[in-house]
């Protein structure tokens, strides 16, 4: 009898603790899941407050949230369909929004123009997004649309927001056949993204680099990104699988291009479509400001991060294959002192970039399908600590 009072009392106790074990699992758990969350959410809500945690306030409050996936996406083996034929903007909106979008996300934008042209006409860019001043999306498919180009998933919380920078200047036929497929390729990757287009408005020669830096400085006025991607406006990826989130930057996201047979022209280069953190970018003072012309400015990139102890990392194969779209511009004119700055780019490392950059904004206009930045930028004083290389500084 008293075997039997011990038995039951043993298995009393069992099932008590058994169900303190599962409780305390259970808390761990959601407190798990509540700093992931926050990690993964949080900075999405304290920037673009009315905007980014209003539209998904739903998912947030009626279910878990479920984070985007980064390794298993769907269809991520497939290739892209590629269509260069020339096209105009109305066509490639039509195509992006639908009819049923298309309407709205054009009102919201003209609206939203308003608001951002009275914040830099009184010196407060930094403000627009702070303040919530675009509070209009439109859904579009299994996204959400925010005036001047930024995308959000609808059905899951973003792992990275992208921040794209394209370098721009008399390419009206690249630019949206280059976003006719740009903006699909990064839905199916389920990424949060937004697009800056950096246009030189003047008639001095190209300064690529220069025009990189102003639109990381630029985007910052509209979010907190995770990372900056500087993408050529003539080249498009191929592969669904070349992932561009924020993961394992610095990175060089091309294997091969057409007209090189599907491989690069060296292994060092490092143009076209590369990537970076804030910290990564501000660790070698951004891009360098001397290369006027055409060459030079993104090995000095390679040779930059190198020298501040980062790795580039690549896709291997077709992954990282890439198509350019055929030129019907004439080229911008080459750098003939490119080599000579290469040389001597580690004296200019810490005084030619972010730090002595100066530019005038002309305009900054919100467009359906992305922030395009008009900028005004002029030769630098020449530093007399610099090797002096011809007249690559004058922009001549």
Known sequence: MALLQLLNRFNRNKIFWSILLLLLVAIVTTLTWSTELEALYGQRCSVRREVACTVNESL????????????DIPGSDRNVTIVL????????????????????????????????SGLYRDNQQEAYML?????????????????????????????????????????SVHLPIFLRHLIPFMKAQFLEFGIFVVEQANSLKF????????????????????CFIFHDVDHIPLNYGNYYGCGGLP??????????????????????????TQKQFLSFNGFPNVYWGWGGEDDDIFERTRSVGLFRTRPRGQKGFYNVIPHHHKSASKNNNRICLLRHFRERLFT???NNL???????????????ISADIRHLPWNDKWRYCGKAWKGT
């Open 60 to 71: 947030r409050v009626t279910q878990p949230p479920v984070v985007c996936p980064e390794n």
């Open 85 to 116: 034929n020339v096209t105009n903007w109305e066509e490639v909106e039509e195509e992006i929004f639908q009819p049923e979008g298309l309407v709205d996300a054009r009102r919201f934008t003209q609206e939203a123009n308003e608001s951002i």
């Open 131 to 171: 303040n919530g001043s675009s509070s209009k999306w439109v859904r579009v498919g299994n996204y959400w649309y925010l005036p001047g180009g930024h995308w959000i998933p609808a059905d899951c919380v973003p792992r990275w927001k992208v921040a794209f920078i394209i370098p721009f200047r008399n390419r």
């Open 207 to 226: 300064n690529k680099a220069t025009l990189m830096n102003i639109g990381y400085l630029e985007a910052r006025n509209f979010t907190q990104w995770d």
């Open 251 to 276: 990175r060089h996201f091309m294997s091969g291009v057409d007209r090189w047979g599907y491989k690069l022209e060296y292994n060092n280069l490092f143009g076209g479509a590369t990537g970076f």
């Open 352 to 354: 030619d970039g972010l």
């Open 358 to 372: 100066k530019y005038e904004i002309l305009s900054v206009t919100l467009l359906p399908l992305y922030v395009n």
